[in-house]
């Protein structure tokens, strides 16, 4: 809801001051090569290189992007593996593995003697913070795995997209922004589940109307409280849905709580269900009268997954790119009518694509035709090759 750049700036400056050690420089860092290579060493690195948001969209990229051009590094953190950590495997031309230990990972990094090293998300994970401060290749960039500035002053580039910036994105980065054509993810379109659940599957009521929000219930931003609360009392028989983060409770009854305190005449409408598995989540998008989106923190992953199976969104355009990730979906599809400008529209449209059938058919069909341009997109690796 504001432009962080100078609150991280500053942290960044505290945590050097406090360690100078953090801005550990490679050897290979310190000398300027004057020749053209024919060959760049790229290395990837992210904590979450497995079935997560940041795995997600950062998989295809990896495994495309140009072997004639680019040696392909990926450095492996302990952690979580599955099938998506094994297909990023396997795509690398090497697998580097570190130890969260900043010593022992810095002069590992520094071993390969990278020309670029991509970082798929900076602030997500403190250890990948702080591995961030030094100087491992003579270019770092990061992306929009976390779509915030670093702050941190070896970062060189923001990768991010000219559908999420707004005309005064420059400011918002201590990086220098790069606005790519398209959304910068290779993602691959997620297959509508084979077998057709109900809402008795998820013990939801069958005469409400459901208002879908799924992403995480830590990015629900006290902002939003009232647009939810006035659209349930614009539709008493709406119910607004919520997936609960299956970590005990704690973050669901502090929400309860919230909305107890900020709209308390509509907290019976608003029904938790819990976490799920991966198919079960895309067939409640299935089942939902509408998904809503969030303005001050969007969601890339979960916009992809609802708009790959057909199922409308409402988006509403944020002021930072954080806020404009289904947005930005819709823009690269050439598609307009389902994103709102502030909370009124937002409520309009909800309401319409709840309760207005004709309307809602039509905004399947148009997703329908227009989402091929989301999903398995060469042109998004190319264009960062050519970065």
């Known amino acids: ?97 570190l130890y969260r230990k900043l010593d ?55 990768l991010s997209s000219e559908l999420t910036e707004p005309d005064d994105g420059d400011d918002h980065y201590s990086e220098q922004l790069i606005r790519l054509s398209y959304l910068p993810t290779y993602y691959y379109r997620p297959k509508v589940p084979k077998k057709k659940l109900t809402r008795t599957d998820y013990d939801l009521p069958r005469d409400h109307r459901l208002y879908v929000y799924p992403q995480a219930l830590f990015k629900l ?44 005449d509509i907290v019976d409408q608003v029904i938790l269900v819990p976490k799920m598995p991966y198919e079960k989540f895309l067939s409640l998008l299935l089942l939902s009268d509408a998904i809503l989106d969030n303005p001050y923190l969007s969601g890339t992953n979960s916009g992809l997954e609802a708009l790959g199976v057909g199922v409308p969104i409402i988006a509403w355009a944020g002021k930072y790119c954080s806020g404009n990730c289904v947005t930005a979906c819709y823009r690269q599809m050439g598609l307009s009518d389902l994103i709102a400008t502030d909370q009124e529209s937002f409520l309009q449209l909800t309401l319409r694509l709840a309760q207005d059938k004709e309307f809602k058919l039509q905004m399947q069909s148009d997703i329908k035709e227009n989402s091929h341009k989301l999903f398995e997109r060469i042109e998004v690796v190319q264009e960062m090759e050519a970065f």
């Open 1 to 97: 809801s504001q432009n962080n750049r100078t609150l991280l700036e500053d942290i960044a400056k505290l945590h050097i001051a406090a360690c100078p050690k953090l801005t550990y420089e490679a050897k290979h860092c310190r000398f300027k090569k004057g020749e053209q290579k024919d060959r760049l060493r790229i290395g990837f690195l992210s904590s979450f290189f497995w079935n997560h948001t940041v795995g997600k969209l950062s998989r295809g990229i990896i495994e495309h992007f140009s072997r004639d051009h680019f040696d392909v590094i990926v450095f492996r953190l302990p952690g979580k593996k599955d099938e998506i950590s094994e297909v990023i495997d396997q795509a690398a031309d090497k697998v580097v593995p």
């Open 104 to 158: 022992r990972d810095w002069k590992i990094i520094a071993e390969e003697e990278l020309d670029i090293l991509f970082y798929l998300d900076i602030g997500m994970d403190p250890y990948t913070y702080f591995l961030s401060f030094a100087r491992l290749a003579p270019v770092q960039a990061v992306t929009i795995g976390h779509a915030e500035s670093s702050g941190i002053p070896n970062i060189d580039y923001f």
């Open 221 to 264: 931003h006290p902002g939003l409280d009232a647009t939810f609360g006035e659209l349930l009392r614009r539709d008493p028989g709406g119910r607004l849905v919520l997936i609960d983060d299956g970590k005990g409770g704690h973050l669901s009854n502090l929400i309860i709580e919230r909305f107890s305190r900020s709209c308390p």
